[in-house]
């Protein structure tokens, strides 16, 4: 990752995306947000670490476009 690079804990992620950390969970812990792409696990462990540039950056685009995306596993989408 860049030096730059923000990681933050689920809780620190439901505050700035205003989630509840459940939700971030359950619902978009692997299947909008993708291990290696929007989170890591360091050092192999059961702890997550959430990367705040990409998730950002993908919330945006995924706001700013129109129709039907479907995620896909590699943090790409599918227009269907």
């Given at each position: 990752?860049?030096?730059?690079t923000?990681?933050?804990?689920?809780?620190?992620?439901?505050?700035?995306?205003?989630?509840?950390?459940r939700?971030?969970?359950?619902?978009?812990?692997?299947?909008?947000?993708?291990?290696?792409?929007h989170?890591?696990?360091?050092?192999?462990?059961r702890?997550?670490l959430?990367?705040?540039?990409?998730?950002?950056?993908d919330?945006?685009?995924s706001?700013f476009?129109?129709?039907?995306?479907?995620?896909m596993?590699?943090?790409?989408v599918?227009?269907?």
């Amino acid at each position: 990752m860049k030096e730059n690079t923000t990681y933050l804990t689920t809780r620190e992620l439901s505050i700035r995306i205003k989630y509840d950390e459940r939700t971030i969970r359950d619902r978009l812990k692997d299947s909008v947000l993708i291990e290696g792409v929007h989170y890591i696990r360091p050092f192999g462990g059961r702890k997550i670490l959430y990367i705040w540039e990409v998730i950002e950056k993908d919330m945006a685009t995924s706001s700013f476009s129109s129709g039907l995306t479907i995620p896909m596993s590699r943090g790409g989408v599918c227009h269907g």
